[in-house]
């Protein structure tokens, strides 16, 4: 099953908009991650925000966490066509020992020229 | 090693055949999982392993799907009888402690069952 739910499924921009993608989950989290797929390749880890954390920034991106609301959001500035990928949210649950990273299904960006 | 290493990065078998995936995560990671990627969906959970324990099977369809990680480095997933169903991107991902710490994925395993 798959607790990270992204929003919209796809979205297309042109190079220099900002990119805002959301994600809504459903029980207590540990924490939440946001990993980027290019197509037919590796995940790559983007970034990590802990449930006690409300904004996180890296570079061009940053995250920000509503545990109230369950859902988080990444934004990238300044978009780039390299951005163009398959961007994923993934929740760490807050219970029991183990970590146990669950995936949403994924939102593509397309970034145009 | 520098990453992740996965092996083979393709794999095409016959139905009910046995498949050997093997993941040999980043030295001194702690935590390692699998995990299942269908086209154009997320990671599917498999299984998780702190050290050669592993903490968590749920993930695994059912009993022909088993996975060991001996001496708390590299694992094996193990498909017994595999089905034109089992296809898919089969992954690998460690991280240092688990819990907390970014996960790194492999370039993963494309299993292809005929």
């Known amino acids: 099953s798959q607790q990270g739910e992204e929003d919209p499924q796809a979205l297309s921009i042109q190079e220099g908009e900002n990119a805002t993608m959301n994600c809504s989950y459903k029980t207590s989290i540990n924490n939440l991650q946001w990993y980027r797929q290019n197509s037919g390749r590796g995940l790559v880890h983007l970034i990590l925000i802990r449930s006690n954390e409300r904004e996180k920034h890296s570079g061009r991106l940053r995250v920000t966490l509503d545990t109230s609301k369950k859902s988080s959001s990444l934004l990238i500035t300044a978009s780039r066509a390299a951005d163009t990928a398959s961007y994923f949210c993934a929740t760490d649950p807050n219970t029991g020992a183990n970590s146990k990273l669950t995936f949403g299904k994924g939102i593509t960006l397309s970034v145009r020229p | 090693g520098a990453g992740v290493s996965q092996s083979p990065r393709y794999k095409v078998t016959k139905r009910g055949q046995d498949v050997a995936l093997r993941c040999d995560p980043i030295?001194?990671?702690?935590?390692l999982y699998w995990y299942r990627q269908a086209l154009g969906q997320g990671p599917e959970f498999l299984t998780y392993?702190?050290?050669?324990?592993?903490?968590?099977k749920s993930g695994l369809p059912n009993d022909r799907f088993s996975a060991e990680r001996p001496e708390g480095s590299i694992s094996t997933l193990t498909i017994q009888r595999t089905e034109q169903r089992d296809s898919a991107m089969y992954r690998c991902?460690?991280?240092?402690?688990?819990?907390?710490?970014?996960?790194?994925f492999g370039q993963g395993t494309r299993l292809t069952v005929v």
């Open positions: 991902a460690s991280s240092l402690y688990g819990r907390g710490t970014e996960a790194f």
């Open positions: 392993f702190n050290y050669e324990a592993q903490q968590d």
């Open positions: 030295s001194g990671h702690v935590s």
